[in-house]
């Protein structure tokens, strides 16, 4: 068989079989990845931290009152969320005894005050009579034995009366310890606030938080006119924060309503909590209250403002992987390539770029998606800006 014969049998199989493999392996190799692209532009970057865990409003005025003694609840002058002025009666406990005590007592001052009334006037009248003797006897009209018989009385009158006056004194003070006695037992605003919680209803008995024993107060009183933030920070953080640094506080029931405060005070120590990163509680105050009022034990998170740098080099943090590195799309290769860059400040939203990227520059910041690695195909989304 001649080899032209031969050529012109096989060449057509040949390219046909050639045009089908060329098409399997068009239709099955990888498509490009779709990733989403930020240009690298200038702006403002700060560099901030920021709480561990939630923090909560808390009120600068907030007293759990009980009393010292425990009773039943004769009088209970307010209900949860009353408003109350310094030094109004919040609630008093049945104390008719020791009332009794006090009207005995006062009673007992009485009778020794008109006794000193009664002994002080013999005794003054004993004195005047001592006094007549003593003359006498200069004269010679009294003898020496009549004269001190005079002053010995009135000098025993004399000291009755000064018994009859510490009488007195002891009356007064029977009266003052069954006034401090009824003081266990009622309750007085301390301060201008809330009523926030009460523990116990009229005729109930209440009882007193004893030292190390976690009983709930009677009254919960806050004073919601001053408010800030307490909020645990990361101990290596801590060094970093100072009293008077600029902070924005968001609230989960305020969102989009972001506050500005400023550091109050850093705790002077570090919390040790079982199963939890040892923290640094730090308290912010509000510049202003929010418009639309804020609850004491609201959720808040702070962002401390450390310093910022002006129009630099920036990226968003996110774009960023380990080792400070940033994944940018080659425009001539159509290929994902990795890029080693240097960075300055940063926070959660932006990271400033000293060197590895020129302004201007596309990198990818969807590192999420499922096929973005070095050396794949890609192609921008259209979310890209």
Known sequence: ??????????????????????????????????????????GNVESTVVNTRAGTVEACLRTRLSTIMGGRIEFLGVKEGDKVKKG???????NDDQKAQQTLAEAQRASATQRVKEVCTTAASSLREAERQTSLRARGYVSEAREDAARSEANARRAACDTARADIVQADARIRVTKVEQGRMTLYAPFDGTVAKIVGELGEYSTPSPPGVATPPAIDLIDDTCLYVKAPMDEVDAPKIKAGLPVRVSLDALPKQPLAGKVRRVAPYVSAVEKQARTVDVEVDFEMPASGGLLVGYSADVEIVLGGRQNVLRVPTAALVEGGRVMVLNADSGKLEERKVKTGIANWEFTEIVDGLAEGERIVISLEREGVKVGARATADEKSK
């Open 1 to 42: 068989m001649k080899p032209s014969f031969l050529l012109r049998r096989v060449l057509p199989a040949l390219i046909l079989v050639a045009a089908i493999v060329g098409g399997f392996l068009w239709t099955t190799r990888a498509k490009p990845v779709v990733v989403v692209l930020k240009t690298v532009d200038r």
């Open 88 to 94: 109004q009666l919040l609630l008093k406990l049945w």
